[in-house]
């Protein structure tokens, strides 16, 4: 509007006018994995944009849940605010307390523009998806095997190797951060015998994991030896 409040030198005039209006929180786009989604491997990393077209997104207010647990900094999630109406979320690495094999997994999102506009807190944006289910252990890899199974005139001294797969969840470990193996060795008639943990050499990963044993003393010769392992996967 144009208001003239002075006829008289000094002339003066007033004007108003209106700011936009931003009445609405942001929006939470994007969802990966999809809502409803089935098979989804554990590992995959969660992603969504939070977008404001008008005041922007409040990205100190981005909270996300994932089957209840708060996901934040310390727990690996990125936030990219290089455009702050389109900000980009991710949770890139979940670990497997979080987002467990065969479970339905809840996620949340909460977040305020730079007006104040928030969703609210009774009412996240929320998406749901299954995940891949895994009911198979680790199997051995009888290709692997050192000394081969049935193998005979081998030397007193050989080392035994053996390599688990498991190419889902991988190998386990211990809450200590020991592998879950086992290893039992029967020599002839004797009772079966625990290898020590120490005594039992690991290389690779957990989903293709050598195993190495190196007796303390060599087997005597025409000895029958018979070695059971046993392993969880995660």
């Known amino acids: 509007t144009l208001d ?45 944009r939070v977008t404001d077209d008008i005041a922007g997104v409040d990205t100190s207010t ?8 708060p996901i934040g900094a310390a727990q690996g999630l990125v936030i990219d605010d290089t455009d702050p109406l389109n900000v980009a979320v991710s949770y890139p690495a979940p670990t497997a307390n979080v987002i467990p094999w065969g479970a339905t997994i809840t996620v949340r999102v909460w977040a305020s523009d730079l007006a104040g506009n928030a969703i609210p807190q009774a009412t996240p944006v929320e998406w749901s998806y299954e995940t891949q289910a895994d009911t198979n252990g680790p199997a051995m890899d009888i290709a692997a095997l050192t000394p081969a199974a049935g193998a005979t005139n081998v030397p007193i001294g050989t080392d035994i190797s053996f390599r688990l797969s498991d190419d889902l969840s991988g190998v386990a470990k211990l809450p200590n951060g020991d592998w879950d193996v086992t290893v039992y060795v029967k020599v002839g008639a004797a009772g079966e015998t625990q290898v020590p943990y120490a005594d039992l ?13 190196n007796p303390p003393a060599d087997f005597s010769y025409e000895d029958v030896v018979a070695v059971r392992v046993v392993a969880n996967d995660a």
């Open 4 to 48: 003239t409040w002075a006829p008289v030198p000094p002339f003066t005039q007033l004007f108003t006018y209106n700011t936009k209006s931003d009445l609405n929180p942001p929006q939470v786009t994007n969802l990966s994995p999809a809502d409803g989604a089935t098979n989804v491997l554990p590992t995959t990393p969660i992603t969504f």
């Open 62 to 69: 981005i909270m996300l849940q994932v089957n209840g647990q």
């Open 201 to 213: 050499q690991f290389t690779g990963t957990a989903r293709a994991l050598r195993v190495t044993y």
